[in-house]
T-cell receptor, first 115, second 114 residues
Framework: DQQVKQNSPSLSVQEGRISILNCDYT??????FLWYKKYPAEGPTFLIS?????DKNEDGRFTVFLNKSAKHLSLHIVPSQPGDSAVYFC??????????????FGKGTKLSVKP | EPEVTQTPSHQVTQMGQEVILRCVPI?????FYWYRQILGQKVEFLVS????????KSEIFDDQFSVERPDGSNFTLKIRSTKLEDSAMYFC????????????FGSGTQLSVL
């Protein structure tokens, strides 16, 4: 049961251009969405998050957009840099209503930023 | 920045053996988690732990698995009798409080069951 889906296993972008990573979810009870970045042999590193009461959150080069009606979120990185090359995981959680806020992860999208 | 520490980074064991994976969460954090990632697959939730007891666990976390916080700093995952399919990267994570959405992950223990 894939509650969080990242349908693109990989994405290749030229340095300086925009990277757009997409994520879909099925559980309407999710109220927090997060993006994590993961380098090989390291644990996931928190990147940016968004609450379900918002539709956009921005942090420097990273912006996350949430479309609740479509159950879709996206991560925009602009401008993309070679150091952004990593696997990006979308994750969702339900922090209210008695849940323990466990993260449900997508399968990840491997981003390659070419110099 | 404070970090979650996991040891060992790699563990090789024979099928049927017991393994203990160790984690030191961030000191002021109250919620602790174990996740795993089988090669090529997504990161999967195993168990959450709060106030010295399991608060939630997944289907993966069967009777072969147990967690413990033996003292004020360590958080361990024990697999009693390892199977080949337990081979994975195991991540420990911690969170300061429930309504802080950010989980901090350790760098993982790569478990190989032969």
């Amino acid at each position: 049961d894939q509650q969080v889906k990242q349908n693109s296993p990989s994405l290749s972008v030229q340095e300086g251009r925009i990277s757009i990573l997409n994520c879909d979810y099925t559980n309407s009870m999710f109220d927090y969405f997060l993006w994590y970045k993961k380098y090989p042999a390291e644990g996931p590193t928190f990147l940016i998050s968004i609450s379900s009461i918002k539709d956009k959150n921005e942090d420097g080069r990273f912006t996350v957009f949430l479309n609740k009606s479509a159950k879709h979120l996206s991560l925009h990185i602009v401008p993309s840099q070679p150091g952004d090359s990593a696997v990006y995981f979308c994750a969702a959680s339900r922090n209210y209503g008695g849940s323990q806020g466990n993260l449900i992860f997508g399968k990840g999208t491997k981003l390659s930023v070419k110099p | 920045e404070p970090e979650v520490t996991q040891t060992p980074s790699h563990q090789v064991t024979q099928m049927g053996q017991e393994v203990i994976l160790r984690c030191v969460p961030i000191s002021n954090h109250l919620y602790f988690y174990w996740y795993r990632q089988i090669l090529g697959q997504k990161v999967e939730f195993l168990v959450s732990f709060y106030n010295n007891e399991i608060s939630e666990k997944s289907e993966i976390f069967d009777d072969q698995f147990s967690v413990e916080r033996p003292d004020g700093s360590n958080f361990t995952l024990k697999i009693r009798s390892t199977k080949l399919e337990d081979s994975a990267m195991y991540f420990c994570a911690s969170r300061e409080r429930l309504l802080n959405e950010k989980l901090f992950f350790g760098s993982g223990t790569q478990l190989s069951v032969l």
